[in-house]
């Protein structure tokens, strides 16, 4: 035990000193890096509350979200300098996290990539839930906004999963006014001016179909000139969601006006030929 | 063995120690972070199958899953961080590990992306064990679900294996009632508001088939005008799965209803000529 | 305590005085750094407002985001330093930054493409709201231009959310004149010269259309010779936005001419069998 | 020689036991390490063998690679450690390796996907020589299941050689019995309801080929409605590979019975003329 | 301040004298590799400017982005060299360069992009202000060439902003004479020797038109030979960008030519009857 | 020259040995393990060409193509080591191949692919010089088959250079017996039974071509029922590469045969009427 | 100035020759290898040039291409060797050819990729000025091949800058001899055997163009048998490049030996009326 005393007792003690000094610096540094995110989270996620007008919950998910990632690359930081300082390099915790990385890099962008969408989603207000939408080649009204997946109800009843990442450009057809279109295609032959004048007439008595509409229905004119087919356009504003039943019914109000000028003008020659 | 006695004994016995205290640090950090790990992960296990009412035979198995990952990574880390006490350098362990993940990342990656890909398919319940779904471009009965594959049973008795990465957009046709479309399509001469009328009349009576029926089936108008034809849309709500039976009745009562009206038309005109 | 004043004070003396002269030279190097960054993108926007002509606020947006990524890189460079003076080694920060550099790369890149070709998108003005234009397919009238998304309002009422990664080929149509283009097909026995001279003369009078158009409506000539049908090119220059009107107003005129034309023809063939 | 003798023995001898030491620990490190892999592996087989039931040969196949693999790992690993042992850095090794994993990486990637791809297809046996399926678009038997290469006799004798890694859905054709599924189109005008009795009487008397069904044949009703013709479906489930056998003879009975039919109503018609 | 006594001031001394010579180094290095940059660049673009006849303004233009380039990568070369001298180890701002460098690689590796093929643009004058091209599929007039971005106006109005990086084919029209090609398509009924002579004597007389035409028109034969059309095919070299003019005058002579040699067949049957 | 005598000779001397020591040892090294690569390299090509049954002079160009990709990166990983052991740090060297390495990796990761791919269609034999194959969508007969591209004679002449990472599915056509398919479509009005017998006698003489065929022709059956065309298949087993003479044989036959059945029912029914 | 006579001038000494002889080896080894690298292209290229058979002009540029390739990566490793010697660590240096690597890697890959297969287009002579090629879908005759782009002009005079890496699968249609294909359908109800024979009787006379053929023209057989059209092959093999001449010659002395045919025909029906 000769040797025992021959240690350098005080290199060993100011070692321990700086040590101990140390740590207390990292946690102190992380506890201030913490804080400070945290603070910087919240502040950021008020600001935007005002700004952009978010719900309460929407806005709290979000927050939490930002939170945890923050502490786990901060706790992921503390482990690897305290190992440091114990005298463990920290290659082999960067290996680990290196190789878990890459797994996730390859295997798990998308699993990545859909939560960073979905939080742009939810946060930029693109779609509400209610909303009718296309997205990803997709028609419904959506049922759910998650970080992950958002959920569209077809107009057919499926049920479909959209992986977030999978939503690029957003088709929101429940934002604003929407406009009805018919065209009309009649006979090279036909009397063009005259039944541009009947489907005109036509439109202007929709019945109680009339509610639904800002503006028009107003013929715009020939759309289209073929060899055999006139086409003629008639296009209406209507209130959201109701632009199918105020064509339909467009379409049904201008069929009958053109059965009918069809009878009068047929009448017209049978009356001729008796004469 | 002069040299021997020179040794410093004391120098090596306090690395000695230090190397023993290491170690003993390494281990009980290993055995902390895996049993933390492990109570997390538990932990989370139980409060999902809670709020998402996952059965306990597919949460046991994700989280058997998850388990194994964190104790790969954790030995990993240990085996490295041992290596590196005795004065091995760890760039070797690091390397293989590296080359390994370097493979996986470019050769495998579609592997890691199935099991990812998987385990949110068995989490979210995106898919069941005999749902009617469209995944990947294929329609087809679930008939099992799993970390790597899904197999489903198409239509024609075929079984498709589907890797879970090729899984991106789920068309759920079993979570709801389902919507019946017929389109009626009548030449333009024809009367128009008749037709609409014996449609009506022949959907109201569909027999046994009723009782599949949530809601209609209503005639919503007139949905295409050509210069030839008008189409007319008859949609109905119906049970899950049933909507092709009430669509074929819809069909086969239209056909008759249509027959019936044009047999009598043509005696009317015949009583008409013989008048 | 024996060993305290063993201690070699002289040179933790002079440790602390270097590692407060590297600190203060830190600092003084960040704020530098700094000072003169922002000097540099300052004075870049303000050559760039002259040249291009981009409007206070704009200019603004895109400064505030240069300084902010600029001050965030050196701040992280600051900390990395310190961290280091202090006998931490750098590794553990740069890992961290790493996982979350390996996370943007992968999972978030869309987001960084998204602020890259905004930043662009705003800086060349190739897009003003109020534009009408086509982008990753979709046609409309530019509502909002933003850092991640633009939102263009289709001509059927429908709001596009299209995020600034998948604008790429940007279609203004409210740069300049544009052109109207009709094509006539008439049957391959009519005769040719005839028909190209009536619409060329219907073509002259446009009525309050006229005010639209800058140049022609011109016949450029027989676009198409089929077996069947002789095809014949209709051009005109008309103010933006207002092609479509043109076109329909010029497609009236020339059916009306042509059925003229027609009537005439009839009556003279029915004249020539009178005599 | 002076200094020969100056030469520190001790520390030589210290250094050598040392280095033999660490070698010893090294070699047996490795070959522990390799038993265990060997082990795990072997054990794994074992077990899948039994939950999966896959042929000796076949399991033999994948035990061997995966041995291989291992081993190949722990010899690069194993080198590198000793290269450092005599005072080589491993950099050099590390960075041979690198090159040569880049390249795999890049220009590789195909062949280290097809041996994975390959790898499950035999353990989780998608496919069977002697299976008739369809994968990368191509259709035909299967007539090899290789680790790189799958082959494929197509119907019309070509062979396909396809790369395990474009095999990725696959749809397997015989996996329990089939469905043949017959369209029948009639005019409009034609008498559904008696046609429909028509044809699923003819389905009843299918002949000898009756031994191939398993349910069925049955008339499922009017699949489709067009404005001229009326599509009646006829689905019978069949025994494996012999669904073309069925669907022909379904086809040639129906068209047997509507001429019979046919023939039997002009004979009414004539008789009714006659009287 | 016994201790400051004990200072090695000749060591302070020798590595002042260390570091201000590596400092004077490291600048003369650092300009001296820029002067030799700038002089291998600028000498490159004096050949290039003589070899590919680029025009001043343009050379300019890319020699100040190479310069810019150059300078860029050695100031971040010298700043990293003189932190390392003042003790900094420059792994910081390696990582900060590093993330910056990823988002690069990530974000904005079109911008890169963009810039490299504007680059190749300008100098291999592939397409230049004013040339009627076809790139990323579309068509127009040529209005500028950007570093970033190619402006191109299309034939009906409409900007086209097209990133460079998308510009990969390049369809230059304005190269060179072009070719007018023109198909008549004829009753397999009809004489086809007789047709083609008729329609080769009409294009020898193109009258004004004559002028654009620097080879031919001629009748290369028969090209297509379907059961009921027999196709010919005309040719004739052009000037540049006066292809659709020759090609409408063409279908306008043959239209006539063959209108008139109907009239006289047709006429010669008639005489042929009344005779 | 005081201080030379005061240089430690013994450290010198020691350092030089050691030096020269490890020169031999890392030389030994290298050969051992080139001479050890190429023995595997060459067993393994031994023992392919036994199993394979390759050529002998394909088997040597990929041997030697092996044993030169070996030798390289033994050089490589040499040269490392030797600049290492003389103070230099390979992190010089390293940096140079990383930057090539990047270069291959990003540039020429196809020419990788494609020495990859043709290494193994040599090793592999998919294809054969003369074999007429489908490969990247293009028919022909390969002409050459080389470590980076393969020649493919088109059918009209054209030579199709095809780099060998193009080639994914192969497709053989001459491996094995082909099938000769011929689809004959008749009227729905004509008597399908009779027509079938006809067709069948039909095939039973076909001349000289009888020798080319292997199994059949024979009619399997009604392939389509249309409300207009009953379609009959016919199928036979032919040598390879006269699948389509059999196939023109059998249609000429066919269409023969139906002629004279046509005539003669046409021959019944007037005498029918004659009588 | 007592602490100068302090410095170790030994160590120093010893320092400066140490730094002297290393500086000596590294231009050593600079001017070997590069000596050693520029044998190895020059001889290459003189194997290459006997072997291939390639223009001295081409191999001048491809062999300048890879000496300075060469050149490039060892200055840049001299450079990191001796910035390393005078203590700089090579960090720096790596770090900025890190970046630059990125930015090439990402931004810039298609340039190193255009340049890698412009190399091996013309090492390997795939295509040659004023060949008739198709690549990357463009059809036309090479105008020039280029390290980076190749130039083709089309059939319409356009001409196309391509950029080699979108080069993959040539087709070249200027090696060796081309075929003609003519497929001619005739109704159903014509005399099969007999039109065969006209067409090959037709085909025996092809005035002057006989001079471009090299086999045939024969008719192969009945190519096509739908319900209404009977479709007959001719093939010939033609001289390269006037495989098109040939086809309409063939087409033309085809339609006018089926009129001749037909007029005969008729001729023979009015007689037998006559008589």
Not at 38 to 51: A, G, L, N, W
Request: hydrophobic residues 45%.
């Amino acid at each position: 035990m000769n040797w025992l005393n021959e240690l350098n007792w005080g290199a060993i003690a100011t070692d321990g000193l700086l040590l101990i000094g140390k740590l207390v610096l990292a946690f102190l540094a992380f506890y201030v890096a913490r804080a400070i995110g945290r603070k910087v989270i919240s502040q950021s996620f008020v600001k935007m509350k005002k700004q952009r007008n978010i719900s309460a919950g929407r806005s709290h998910t979000l927050e939490k979200l930002a939170v945890n990632v923050l502490s786990y690359v901060l706790i992921f930081i503390l482990v690897t300098f305290i190992a440091e300082m114990f005298g463990f390099s920290p290659s082999a915790l960067i290996a680990g996290a290196g190789v878990i990385g890459l797994a996730v890099g390859f295997g798990a962008q998308g699993l990545v990539s859909d939560v960073v969408t979905g939080f742009f989603l939810l946060l930029e207000k693109q779609v509400d839930v209610g909303d009718y939408v296309t997205v990803a080649g997709l028609d419904g009204i959506v049922e759910e906004v998650g970080l992950r997946t958002t959920q569209i109800r077809g107009f057919d009843g499926t049920l479909y999963f959209i992986p977030n990442r999978n939503i690029t450009d957003v088709h929101n057809h429940s934002r604003g006014n929407m406009r009805a279109l018919v065209d009309v295609s009649i006979p090279f032959e036909d009397n063009m001016d005259e039944t541009i004048k009947v489907i005109q007439d036509a439109c202007a008595d929709l019945g109680d179909v009339k509610e639904l509409i800002k503006e028009g229905p107003d013929v715009v004119g020939v759309e289209d000139l073929s060899s055999s087919l006139v086409t003629i356009r008639v296009i209406a504003k209507t209130e959201n969601m109701h632009q199918w039943t105020v064509e339909r019914k467009i379409r049904q109000v201008i069929k009958q006006a053109m059965d009918e000028y069809k009878q009068s003008q047929e009448d017209d020659t049978a009356n001729e030929k008796d004469e």
